[in-house]
């Protein structure tokens, strides 16, 4: 027997004499992941991507549409260009955490 499991029946045997019942475990909460693939599925969706597109479809895609919008090409680009921007680098971090 080590410390941990010591501690553990501990703790079930007091919650068990303070409640009177054995302890049930929930289900922890995985609110963030869902959280986290709306906003994954929300970004593909800006890039007009499938939800199973590669990193270098990614890329692609990023690419064609800052030669789109780039303020040199497009005069009135500029905005587009820095949400393209942002919105790529956010897709890849959460890919990258996925």
């Known amino acids: 027997l080590n410390f941990r499991d010591i501690t553990r029946e501990f703790r079930e045997r007091a919650y068990y004499e303070i409640f009177g019942r054995i302890r049930s475990d929930k289900p922890k909460k995985k609110k963030s992941k869902q959280k986290i693939n709306l906003e994954v599925e929300e970004l593909l969706t800006f890039f007009d991507l499938d939800h199973d597109a590669k990193l270098s479809d990614i890329k692609k895609k990023f690419k064609e ?4 919008y780039h303020p040199d090409i497009n005069k009135k ?22």
Do not use: C, S, V
């Open 65 to 68: 549409l800052l030669k789109k």
């Open 77 to 98: 680009g500029e905005e587009m260009t820095k949400k393209i921007i942002l919105k790529y680098n956010r897709l890849i971090l959460l890919l990258n955490q996925a």
